[in-house]
């Protein structure tokens, strides 16, 4: 059973447009929430991350939004440019285990 | 300060044979995950070494095994490969303390199984 669900699988938006990528979850116990961005030929790198005490966190041009009630959050990138173009995994991990769920996965591509 | 190491960056094998892959953490990181990177599948949790304990493991078979050395360098052995064992493995480290925390990626092992 995948514990992290994501989606969309694909995202295509215009240069200057919101990109909007969700996750659910199902384990009540995680309680650490980071995305990750990855380019070709490179491991993932943390772009922010949130803990579930508060319901938003703005770091530049991305936020996320969380909804523990229906266990939800999602990846919001303002203004979204050429180089913002890669594959972008959300992540949950709990009960102070550094065992990380990863969901499939989001390829963006931000046309100029 | 140096990022994540993995060697062997690329490497093919066939299928029964078996392969050990090594990582060198960040200095100064005490625990070092290990994930498998499939189209499709995301990355699965392998394990997660934490001053040469393992510490948490993921579902897969005993053919995958790993171990910590006592200065934080992995490695994880893969034996008998399957097709399906075809995949990018990537080593995190980090703190470890407090537990959960940033991961910090190496580019990864990719792995094909013919």
């Known amino acids: 059973q995948q514990q992290v669900k994501q989606s969309p699988q694909s995202l295509i938006v215009q240069k200057g447009g919101i990109s909007i990528i969700n996750c659910a979850y199902e384990?009540?116990?995680?309680?650490?929430f980071p995305w990750y961005q990855q380019f070709p030929g490179k491991g993932p790198a943390l772009l922010i991350a949130i803990r579930p005490d508060v319901s938003e966190k703005k770091e530049g041009r991305f936020t996320i939004s969380f909804n523990k009630s229906a266990k939800q959050f999602s990846l919001h990138i303002m203004d979204s440019q050429p180089g913002d173009s890669a594959t972008y995994f959300c992540?949950?991990?709990?009960?102070?285990?550094?065992?990380?769920?990863f969901g499939s996965g989001t390829k963006l591509n931000v046309k100029p | 300060k140096a990022g994540v190491t993995q060697t062997p960056r690329y490497l093919i094998k066939t299928r029964g044979q078996q392969v050990t892959l090594s990582c060198s953490p960040i200095s100064g990181h005490r625990s070092v995950s290990w994930y498998q990177q499939t189209p499709g599948q995301g990355l699965q949790f392998l394990f997660e070494y934490f001053s040469e304990t393992q510490r948490n493991k993921g579902n897969f078979p005993g053919r995958f095994s790993g171990r910590q050395f006592s200065n934080s360098r992995s490695e994880m052995n893969v034996s008998t490969l399957e097709l399906g064992d075809s995949a990018l493995y990537l080593c995190?480290?980090?703190?470890?303390?407090?537990?959960?925390?940033?991961?910090?990626f190496g580019e990864g092992s990719r792995l094909t199984v013919l």
């Open positions: 992540a949950a991990s709990g009960n102070n285990f550094n065992k990380f769920y």
């Open positions: 995190a480290s980090s703190a470890g303390t407090p537990d959960t925390g940033e991961l910090f």
């Open positions: 384990n009540t116990a995680f309680d650490y």
